[in-house]
Each structure stands twice: as C-alpha cells, then as structure tokens.
C-alpha cells in the first residue's frame, strides 16, 4: 500500500511559478513510476506530466512542455512538480499517482495508475 500527500498548491498569477511536492509513504518508492495529472472544473482528470522509477525518463503533456519539468528524490520518497510560466488555463487540481514498474513504457494514462494522492489547488490569476 502506498499513500500519497501532495502540497505547494496555491495561487499564483500569470508568468509565475508553483513547486508542487508529493511525498510517498513506505520503502518501495524506487518501484513506482510517478504521474501527475490535473482536473479542472467540468473536466476529465488528464495526464500533465510522468517520471519512470530511477529519473532518468520524463514525458509531458503538450501543453506543459516547456513550461514544466517533473523530478523526484527517491532518498525522501517526493517527486516534484516545478510550474513555471504559469497560464490561467493551468488552473486545476493536481494530483500525484503511482504506477507499479511493469515495462519500459511510461504510464500516461488514468488506468495504469495504482495509487493517488488527495489532490491540491493550484490557481492562476490573469
């Protein structure tokens, strides 16, 4: 079982950035590919950006690419979200998930995804 808690959500205006953290509890973070995703209002839940278990393979979303870079520290069990260059159109809940190694293809898309955290607001102001 893997629980997973994200934070540095927030308000940020237009051009500014947001780090966003998911810590992971347990000894088998370096087994999990990571994702996040966001959901904004009356939308589906949809794929931002993935880390496999080692960080050394990233994936990104058009939208974000670019703009995002996606990292993790498996000694601390926290992957990261760094948010720069942020849009109003980024505004959404954004959630962290794991992914149990199962291949050399990256994990994009919800069902893949074993684990999510709560989620957490991130806000962006024109």
């Known amino acids: 079982q893997v629980q997973l808690v994200e934070s540095g959500g927030g308000l940020a205006q237009a051009g500014g950035s947001l780090r966003l953290s998911c810590a992971a509890s347990?000894?088998?973070?370096?087994?999990?590919?990571m994702g996040w995703f966001c959901q904004a209002p009356g939308k589906e839940r949809e794929f931002v950006a993935v880390?496999?278990?080692?960080?050394?393979?990233?994936y990104y979303a058009d939208s974000v690419k670019g703009r995002f870079t996606i990292s993790r520290d498996n000694a601390k069990n926290t992957v990261y979200l760094q948010m720069n260059s942020l849009k109003p159109e980024d505004t959404a809940v954004y959630y962290c998930?794991?992914?149990?190694?199962?291949?050399?293809?990256?994990?994009?898309?919800?069902?893949?995804?074993?684990?999510w955290g709560q989620g957490t607001q991130v806000t962006v102001s024109s």
């Open positions: 998930a794991a992914a149990l190694r199962r291949g050399i293809t990256l994990p994009i898309m919800i069902p893949q995804y074993d684990y």
């Open positions: 347990g000894r088998t973070f370096s087994r999990y590919d």
């Open positions: 880390i496999n278990w080692s960080g050394s393979i990233t």
